[in-house]
T-cell receptor, first 114, second 110 residues
Framework: DSGVTQTPKHLITATGQRVTLRCSPR?????VYWYQQSLDQGLQFLIQ???????AKGNILERFSAQQFPDLHSELNLSSLELGDSALYFC?????????????FGAGSRLTVL | GQNIDQPTEMTATEGAIVQINCTYQ??????LFWYQQHAGEAPTFLSY????GLEEKGRFSSFLSRSKGYSYLLLKELQMKDSASYLC???????????FGTGTRLTVIP
C-alpha cells in the first residue's frame, strides 16, 4: 500500500457519459498529480495541484477537469467520454520541500468506455 | 518538445545482468528518475540521478551522463519477479511534474 488511495478501481461506462475519479494523497503530501496511461503508451501528465491550487497543466483535454479540495483530496472529472478515453488513470502525490520530487502513485482507476 | 527513448522490450535470463538504456532530449533538466511498473499496477520509485555518475542501491544501479543526455538502469542477479516495465522519467526545469518515456518491458526467463 503506497498510501495514495484511488477510487474506483474499475469503471465501465458508455460513450457520452461523465465520470469522476477520486484520489487521496499520502498523509503530509501537498501535491497531487494526475496521469493517463493508455495501452502501450507512456504515462501522460494531465494536471498537478499543490495545496488546493492548480500548479501545472499537461495535455489535458477540455472535456477533462480536476480540482483539489481543502482536505487535499482530488477529483478528476471526465465528460463526454469517447472510446479513446479508455485508460488507466493514476494519481500520484509528493511531499513538500527541497530534494528529489519523488512521486508516489496510487493503484490507478481503470476506465473502460464502451 | 520533449523526447525520451527507451527500447520497447528486452529479455534476460534469471541470475544474469541486464542494462536498460534511456536517452533524452528535453528543454531543461533537473534530474532523472527510474520507476518499475508491474503489469496493471502502480509505478514504484527505483532511483533518482541528478549528478553525473553511478548510484547503487542493492541489485539496482542507475547511471547518468547529463552532457550526453543518457542514462541506464543496471539490474544484477535477475529474479523472475523483476519481469516488469521500467520507466525512465525526466524532471524538467521549472516544471512540477515528470515527463515519462514509454517504458521498457523486461521479461526474465528461467
Amino acid at each position: 500500500d503506497s498510501g495514495v488511495t484511488q477510487t474506483p478501481k474499475h469503471l465501465i461506462t458508455a460513450t457520452g457519459q461523465r465520470v469522476t475519479l477520486r484520489c487521496s494523497p499520502r498523509s503530509g503530501d501537498l501535491s497531487v498529480y494526475w496521469y493517463q496511461q493508455s495501452l502501450d503508451q507512456g504515462l501522460q501528465f494531465l494536471i498537478q495541484y499543490y495545496n488546493g491550487e492548480e500548479r501545472a497543466k499537461g495535455n489535458i483535454l477540455e472535456r477533462f477537469s480536476a480540482q483539489q479540495f481543502p482536505d487535499l483530496h482530488s477529483e478528476l472529472n471526465l465528460s463526454s467520454l469517447e472510446l479513446g478515453d479508455s485508460a488507466l488513470y493514476f494519481c500520484a502525490s509528493s511531499a513538500p520541500g527541497a530534494g528529489a520530487n519523488v512521486l508516489t502513485f496510487g493503484a490507478g482507476s481503470r476506465l473502460t468506455v464502451l | 518538445g520533449q523526447n525520451i527513448d527507451q527500447p520497447t522490450e528486452m529479455t534476460a535470463t534469471e541470475g544474469a545482468i541486464v542494462q536498460i538504456n534511456c536517452t533524452y532530449q528535453t528543454s531543461g533538466f533537473n534530474g532523472l528518475f527510474w520507476y518499475q511498473q508491474h503489469a496493471g499496477e502502480a509505478p514504484t520509485f527505483l532511483s533518482y540521478n541528478v549528478l553525473d555518475g553511478l548510484e547503487e542501491k542493492g541489485r539496482f544501479s542507475s547511471f547518468l551522463s547529463r552532457s550526453k543526455g543518457y542514462s541506464y538502469l543496471l539490474l544484477k542477479e535477475l529474479q523472475m519477479k523483476d519481469s516488469a516495465s521500467y520507466l525512465c522519467a525526466v524532471e524538467l526545469t521549472g516544471a512540477n511534474n515528470l515527463f515519462f518515456g514509454t517504458g521498457t518491458r523486461l521479461t526474465v526467463i528461467p
